[in-house]
C-alpha cells in the first residue's frame, strides 16, 4: 500500500503562535481565554497583542487605574505611562485621585505656559508631582520663582528643563540657596538669570561649598564683580568640587591664562585639561 500522504506543513506564524502558548503559563492562557484579558511576555508579542502596562503592586492580572487610563486619553504614550507609573513611589501603585490631583496638575502646568509636549516631559520625568499638594506644595515655588525675579516666560522654561524643581522645598531647600547667593555678592537680578540659565543649580547641595569656592576666586586676584559676572554667565562653576576649582586655577595663573581660559577649563575632563594646559 502506498505511505499515506504527509500533512502540509503549518505556516509559520501559526507555528510561533502554538509554540508561544506551548510556553506560555497556563493562567495566562486561561485569563486569555476565559475573561478577553490580554496576554504578556512573549505570547503578547506573538499574537501581537496590545501590551497592557503593569501599573499595580498586586501579583494577580494588572488592569490599567483610572490615572493611566486618563494620561492615555490625552495624548501620553503607553511608553510614557510607564514612566509615570515606575516614578510614582517605590511599591505605589499608580493610582492618584483623577478629578482632585491628576486633573488640577495637568491643568496648572499648562497655565504657567507649557507646552503639551513640555507637561508629558515633567510628568513623565516627575510622576511624584502627582502626590504633592497643589495649593500647599507646587505653588509657593512658583510663587518663589516670581519673587527672585523670574518672569513669567521663564517660569515655564525653567521647569521644564529641570522637573525635579517641583520636589524642592521652598523653606526648606529655595530661601537657603537664594541666601547663600546673596550672602557671597550675588545681587537678586543676577540670581535670576542665573536660575534660568541652569535651573539644576537649586539642586545642589550648595551649603558648605559655595563660599569656599568663592574665597578660592577672591585668593587668586578676582573681584566681587568678575565673580559675579562669571556666576552669572557660567553658573555650572559652582557645581565643580573646590578641588579642581583650586588646582586647575593654580595651573592656568602659572601660565597667564586664568581669567581668559578659566570657565572653559573648568569644563574639561582630566585628560583634556593636561593636553591643553600641562
Known amino acids: 500500500a502506498p505511505p499515506p500522504p504527509r500533512p502540509l506543513p503549518l505556516p509559520l506564524p501559526l507555528r510561533l503562535t502554538l509554540l508561544l502558548f506551548a510556553a ?12 478577553g484579558r490580554e496576554l504578556r511576555g512573549p505570547l503578547a508579542a506573538g499574537l501581537a497583542c496590545r501590551p497592557r502596562i503593569a501599573l499595580q503592586s498586586s501579583s494577580s492580572e494588572a488592569a490599567l487605574s483610572p490615572a493611566a487610563e ?6 501620553f504614550s503607553e511608553g510614557q505611562v510607564r ?12 493610582n492618584p485621585d483623577v478629578e ?29 508631582i502627582f502626590r504633592s499638594s497643589l495649593d500647599e506644595y507646587l505653588k509657593p515655588i512658583v510663587q518663589w520663582l516670581a519673587a ?32 547663600l547667593l546673596l550672602d557671597i555678592g550675588v545681587g537678586e537680578a543676577q540670581i535670576a538669570k542665573m536660575l534660568a540659565t541652569l535651573p539644576q543649580l537649586l539642586s545642589y547641595i550648595l551649603e558648605g561649598s559655595l563660599k569656599p569656592k568663592v574665597q578660592a576666586l577672591r585668593d587668586q586676584g578676582f573681584g566681587q564683580a568678575e565673580i559675579t559676572r562669571m556666576l552669572v554667565s557660567f553658573p555650572q562653576l ?18 597667564g591664562r586664568l581669567a581668559s581660559s578659566l570657565c572653559y577649563a573648568m569644563t574639561l575632563t582630566d585628560s583634556k585639561f593636561t593636553v591643553h594646559f600641562q
Open 238 to 255: 559652582v557645581s565643580y568640587s573646590p578641588k579642581r576649582l583650586t588646582h586647575r586655577m593654580a595651573v592656568l595663573a602659572a601660565q
Open 100 to 128: 482632585r490631583s491628576v486633573k488640577p496638575v495637568l491643568k496648572w502646568l499648562s497655565s504657567l505656559g507649557l507646552s503639551e509636549l513640555q507637561v508629558q516631559k515633567v510628568v513623565s520625568g516627575h510622576s511624584i
Open 24 to 35: 506560555a503559563p497556563v493562567t495566562q492562557c486561561r485569563s486569555w481565554l476565559m475573561t
Open 83 to 94: 514612566q509615570v507609573a515606575s516614578g510614582f513611589g517605590s511599591g505605589r501603585s499608580f
Open 148 to 179: 527672585v525675579g523670574i518672569g513669567d516666560d521663564q517660569i515655564a522654561k525653567v521647569i521644564a528643563r529641570h522637573p525635579a524643581l517641583l520636589s524642592q522645598s521652598v523653606d526648606g531647600k529655595l530661601k537657603p540657596t537664594g541666601q
Open 70 to 75: 486618563h494620561l492615555l486619553s490625552i495624548g
